[in-house]
């Protein structure tokens, strides 16, 4: 046999991604949802709510997952829906940060159910890194509705809010779930423009952002890449949503921000700061 040369670190992480996005076994069943309003779904719900009086639920079989490498569906039950591939670039950039020393905490806005941060903590851990806080960063009561200071906000549909709502205790559990609940790992609960600004961050050397919404990027960008040390990593997980391209174009462009962006799969991209 072949010999590999994976160290234990690595392979720990290679099996937390696939159990993070669980790849690594099936969600064979998935909560039956129809669209509200129908005659058809109000029967459903009340034939739901029948059930769960006595402790059931109706479920139907889940489809086979369609692109989990790249995060293209809607995982029933796994903790992130980012994908292996944008897992494989934020263990590049962590563990890269750790090696080169560049100074300052992890961060990531917009979580969900906590997978990528959860794998952060992770990262360093599985690297001896005992000095780095993770910042998990959410309203975890889904997207704000628009200010209407951003006009590309105003019309935006793209997801109801109910749909990405993940409480903190829940993805509190998440962490405890895979023995990484710790000191070292810090909450920011609120809307971003009411909690990143005064957040109690004074450096960082990876910031991950997953806003969506053009308001969601770029006050994220405007409170965090300041912060963010030379050396270190943006990543945006959204770039393929128009309202937050743009934000990013726009944050570029005003602080003359040359470095190249790499794109990681059909949505992630990112770069190092080096200036």
């Not at 709510?49 to 989990?68: D, I, Q």
């Not at 019309?155 to 205790?169: E, H, I, M, R």
């Not at 174009?249 to 962006?261: A, V």
């Amino acid at each position: 046999m072949e010999e590999q040369n994976e160290t234990p670190a690595e392979l720990y992480l290679e099996l937390l991604k696939k159990c993070l996005t669980r790849i690594a076994f099936e969600e064979p069943y998935q909560p039956l949802q129809l669209s509200s309003g129908t005659i058809k779904s109000k029967a459903v719900k009340a034939f739901q709510t029948a059930v769960g009086r006595r402790g059931l639920e109706l479920v139907w079989k889940a489809p086979p997952p369609s692109g989990r490498d790249e995060g293209r569906d809607w995982p029933v039950s796994a903790e992130t829906m980012i994908g292996l591939k944008r897992l494989d670039n934020l263990q590049f950039c962590v563990s890269d940060v750790i090696k080169r020393g560049i100074p300052g905490d992890v961060i990531e806005t917009g979580v969900w159910r906590g997978g990528a941060s959860i794998f952060m903590r992770a990262v360093l851990r599985a690297y001896g890194d005992r000095t780095r806080k993770v910042w998990v960063a959410d309203s975890f009561q889904g997207l704000p509705d628009s200010s209407g200071k951003y006009d590309a906000d105003t019309s935006n549909q793209t997801w109801a809010a109910g749909d990405l709502a993940v409480s903190a205790s829940e993805v509190r559990a998440n962490f405890a779930r895979y023995g990484l609940l710790d000191d070292q790992v810090q909450f920011i609960e609120g809307f971003f423009q009411d909690t990143l600004a005064e957040a109690p961050i004074e450096q960082l050397a990876v910031a991950r952002l997953d806003g969506d919404l053009y308001e969601s990027t770029i006050v994220a960008l405007e409170a965090l890449y300041p912060k963010l040390s030379v050396g270190g990593y943006l990543i945006i997980d959204d770039y393929f949503l128009e309202n937050c391209r743009h934000a990013v174009e726009d944050f570029r462009r005003d602080n003359q921000i040359t470095e190249p962006i790499t794109e990681i799969d059909w949505t992630g991209v990112y770069w190092r700061r080096e200036a």
